[in-house]
């Protein structure tokens, strides 16, 4: 079993920054993909970025490229999300999740483990 808790979400204005951790433990060896999802009130749940640990390949939806940048530290097995110019949009609970194969993937059932979430809000 792998375990994943989320930290460092919080209330920030528009414009402003905030860095999400996502620490991993457990049977975390040859894991694939660590990766960022969220879920804003009334909506689906969508993919935001997501990052290889062997490679550090990274992928990103296209409403936060240039904004948000995902990466990682293997020997902490933790991965984190600096998210830039945050928008009011921004707003929702923040999860990340864990890929024990390839490929990286936007879907989620491509992802085998997820943490219970951290709430970000970006006020107008």
């Known amino acids: 079993q792998v375990q994943l808790v989320e930290f460092g979400g919080g209330l920030v204005q528009a414009g402003g920054s905030l860095r999400l951790s996502c620490a991993a433990s457990g049977r975390t060896a040859s894991s694939y993909a660590t990766a960022w999802f969220r879920q804003a009130p009334g909506k689906e749940r969508e993919f935001v970025a997501a990052i290889t640990w062997s490679s550090g390949y990274t992928r990103y939806v296209d409403s936060v490229k240039g904004r948000f940048t995902i990466s990682s530290d293997n020997a902490k097995n933790t991965v984190y999300l600096q998210m830039n110019s945050l928008k009011p949009e921004d707003t929702a609970v923040y999860y990340c999740?864990?890929?024990?194969?390839?490929?990286?993937?936007?879907?989620?059932?491509?992802?085998?483990?997820w943490g219970q979430g951290t709430q970000v809000t970006v006020s107008s």
């Open positions: 999740a864990l890929a024990k194969t390839a490929p990286v993937t936007a879907y989620e059932g491509g992802y085998n483990y």
